[in-house]
């Protein structure tokens, strides 16, 4: 009896889709199979074996062509974290499995010459000797019959027979055949990892408050069950020191380690402290890795020989088998939600997986997201906190200058006020080191003519280009477009175009104008483009190669420098206007990040916030380290507007390279939405959104907020099966659940 097979493909469909499985070949769930699918071949994963299948007939049903794995690839608690992907962020199981695999670590793709009907009975004719009219030769017959024993050969080995092939391809005796294949990958056979010993002597002796923090863990790690713990400590108050020692523990208990940080190329000395703790048993995933070295990590995870993971967003996948701690630092990070399908957040996927394996979590931050903290003070979480510094090192003394009065008083439209170059001043003459902060990169913010007043925009998106110096150009940051910098208004020819706002190549320009001795460097995605270049700019920071470092919000990532004792923030403002409810949540965070440079060795350290707005909450609860504060006045606004932690979210973009279709579709979605009204539901839209024209498509959204996360997901399964009844394009509807962002 023929047997049947589940396959979840990677494709915008809603569905799994039933396969036959020929004989000789043995399918479980979790393994990797090589499905046709329409004219195409897809890797597909099989989530049920033996099954009847429903609703179709089965002659039409396709068999399987190749499994790619003699044992599963994904493990029952992977293929379940994908069905719960799916299920949450709205996505179709087949992305949501293959995003928990390397990509096509082990398939190759294959052109190879094969007989074609036509060909093989040429072939038979002719062995038997039997006349037909096109007599082919006898090196000809000997490929014909080459290409019947091995059912096809690579085209890469036939290429020194290229003109007789095509010569038989006219003929018709021989087609090609596009597949893809296994390959079996490289799987290096290590020695299994087995001391647990730090390779480099124990680290610090831990501080009162950092004991008290790693005792609760411990305890939490002893029950076995699932917590989760906030670890809310100060800048510079030794959190990495309490994740050492919780991996320690984990680790002696036998239960495997996941650690996520926000970027690894930008903090190397963490990566290199962990390496150096735990040896050969770490392994890094993050998307610096080409993709033969991601897979053979992702094989070694698998294997169980590395039950150390640490990386970046996409780690939280890996095949880990059981963790028994999961810690997730600067959990607060926006970098961990993925902008495109399925739009998971890394944190969150965290906790779940520890949740199903029994794990206990740790959240790490000084500036923990306002609904992280809100689960704490509900209970849900436990707060741990490390209220002071390491070694009673003092928090930066902070200086808010008000950039009005600073033009008042002098005059001048500059962007470096008088305080702030006399402290750069200061250091350059102690020898000690300072961070300028300007979270913009580019040379101007953009481009205005001042006959018509427009700006120059984007050709794909409804985005002012930024103007880039050093390159001659203008640039989009969103999709990438560039043109050369125009002589004359692209809308009036006026000739009258200036150059408005700063980026933080021109800061790089000025300093130098101001510091000709100083020896300034630049951190910024323009700088750090190539591999590598990030750690070079930051190792001559660290080894005081270089005085001045100005860069975007790069430079406050988690980097402990002990020569800083200066951190300037040019313009505090960029990032408060922007059209997005965590607009001053995302600039508090930043700034209180980046004021934690200052002052982490022996000498203390200074900051200074150069602002328009000295009384905004966020800048003010910045300047005085006070998270407190921030949270408190954040929480209530939150609460007034309903959003989270006091409602969940969901962002419905629609969108079309037709302003005319994006529109009508918008307009179908809207009424449907109507309609479904839901009590604890309010609707926000439909509107533009706020960049309503995005790599050459026009824009719509709706914000859907919902006080539960049940009726949430109900409208949006009804959504996307009104988009499929209604025949949307499929890339029509982008459904982002728990939105980071609401551009
Ligand atoms: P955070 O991540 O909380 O900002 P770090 O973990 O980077 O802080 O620690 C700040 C500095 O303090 C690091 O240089 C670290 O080596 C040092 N440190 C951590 N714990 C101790 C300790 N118990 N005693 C002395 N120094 C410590
Ligand atoms: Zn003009
Ligand atoms: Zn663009």
């Not at 995933?285 to 990386?311: F, I, N, P, T």
């Not at 498509?697 to 009844?725: G, H, M, P, W």
Request: with cysteine; glycine share 8%; proline share 5%.
């Amino acid at each position: 009896m023929t047997q049947f097979c589940e396959v979840a493909v990677p494709v915008p469909l809603d569905k799994l889709f039933f396969y036959s499985v020929p004989p000789p070949l043995e399918i479980k769930p979790g393994m990797r199979v090589i499905v046709p699918f329409g004219a195409r071949k897809l890797v597909g994963v099989v989530l049920r074996c033996g099954v009847q299948p429903e609703g179709i007939e089965r002659k039409s049903i396709k068999p399987v062509q190749a499994t790619m794995d003699e044992e599963p690839a994904l493990s029952s608690e992977l293929l379940r974290l994908g069905e719960w992907l799916a299920a949450y962020y709205q996505v179709p199981v087949g992305e949501a499995l293959a995003a928990l695999l390397p990509r096509n670590p082990a398939v190759r793709k294959t052109t190879k010459a094969v007989l074609t009907a036509q060909g093989e009975r040429a072939l038979h004719l002719s062995l038997q000797q039997k006349s037909f009219s096109k007599k082919a030769s006898t090196d000809e017959l000997a490929l014909l019959s080459r290409l019947a024993r091995r059912k096809g050969i690579r085209q890469e080995s036939l290429r020194d027979s290229a003109p007789m092939l095509r010569k038989l391809e006219r003929r018709g005796w021989i087609g090609w055949e596009r597949t893809l294949e296994a390959r079996s990958g490289p799987d290096p056979q290590e020695g299994a990892g087995g001391e647990v010993v730090p390779e480099r002597g124990k680290g610090h002796e831990l501080t009162r408050q950092q004991k008290e923090a790693f005792q609760s863990i411990q305890q939490a790690m002893e029950t076995g069950k699932f917590a989760v713990l906030l670890l809310q400590g100060v800048t510079g108050s030794g959190k990495t020191e309490v994740y050492l020692r919780a991996m320690e523990t984990a680790l002696r208990r036998n239960r495997p380690v996941l650690m996520l940080v926000p970027e690894i190329n930008l903090t190397p000395a963490m990566a290199e402290l962990f390496t150096s703790r735990f040896g050969s048993r770490v392994a890094l995933l993050h998307s610096g890795l080409g993709e033969a070295e991601r897979a053979a990590q992702w094989q070694r995870v698998k294997a169980g020989r590395s039950d150390v993971v640490l990386g970046t967003r996409s780690a939280v996948l890996a095949p880990l088998d059981r963790p028994g701690l999961v810690i997730v630092d600067e959990e607060q990070d926006s970098s961990y939600k993925q902008d495109e399908a399925p739009r998971y957040n890394g944190r969150d996927v965290a906790i779940l997986r520890a949740r199903e394996a029994g794990a206990t979590v740790i959240l790490g931050s000084a500036t923990p997201a306002l609904e992280t903290r809100y689960n704490a003070e509900q209970g849900k979480y436990q707060l741990l906190a490390l209220e002071q510094r390491v070694q009673e090192r003092p928090l930066a003394e902070t200086t808010v200058v008000d950039m009005r009065e600073e033009f008042a008083e002098t005059g001048k439209a500059g962007f470096l006020s008088r305080r702030l170059q006399e402290e750069i001043a200061r250091r350059l003459e102690q020898k000690e080191q300072s961070l300028i902060l300007l979270n913009r990169r580019g040379y101007s913010a953009f481009v205005l003519c001042r006959s018509c007043g427009e700006a120059v925009q984007c050709n794909n998106c409804s985005i002012v280009l930024t103007h880039h110096r050093r390159i001659g150009r203008l640039l989009c940051h969103y999709c990438g477009f560039a043109r050369p910098v125009p002589r004359k208004c692209p809308h009036c020819s006026s000739e009258h175009i200036y150059f408005v706002g700063e980026g933080s190549e021109r800061i790089e320009e000025t300093l130098h104008e101001h510091f000709p001795q100083a020896r300034i460097g630049r951190l910024d995605r323009d700088t750090a483009r190539g591999r590598g270049q990030a750690e070079v700019i930051l190792s001559a920071f660290r080894n005081h190669e270089l005085d001045i470092l100005v860069g975007t919000q790069m430079i406050a990532k988690g980097h402990d420098i002990h020569r800083v004792t200066l951190v300037g923030v040019i313009s505090a403002d960029i990032g408060l206007a922007r059209p997005d409810f965590r607009a001053a949540e995302r600039t508090f965070q930043l700034l209180t990040q980046v004021a934690g440079r200052a002052g982490r060795g022996d000498l203390p350290g200074e900051v200074v916030i150069q602002t328009y707005y000295p009384d905004h909450y966020a800048i003010r609860a910045a300047a005085a380290q006070d998270y407190d504060l921030f949270y408190r006045q954040e929480l209530r606004y939150r609460k007034l507007l309903h959003y989270p932690p006091f409602s969940v979210l969901a962002n419905l973009v629609v969108k079309s390279p037709s302003a005319e279709t994006a529109l009508k579709l918008t307009g179908r979605l809207g009424r449907h939405l109507e309609a479904l009204q839901k009590p604890g539901v309010r609707l926000l839209g439909p509107a533009s959104a706020p960049i309503y024209r995005l790599k050459k498509d026009y824009r719509y959204q709706f914000l859907i907020k919902s006080s539960r996360r049940n009726t949430l997901r109900e409208i949006l399964v009804s959504c996307r099966e009104f988009a499929r009844r209604e025949n949307f394009p499929a890339a029509a509807l982008v459904i982002d659940v728990d939105p980071q962002s609401l551009s």
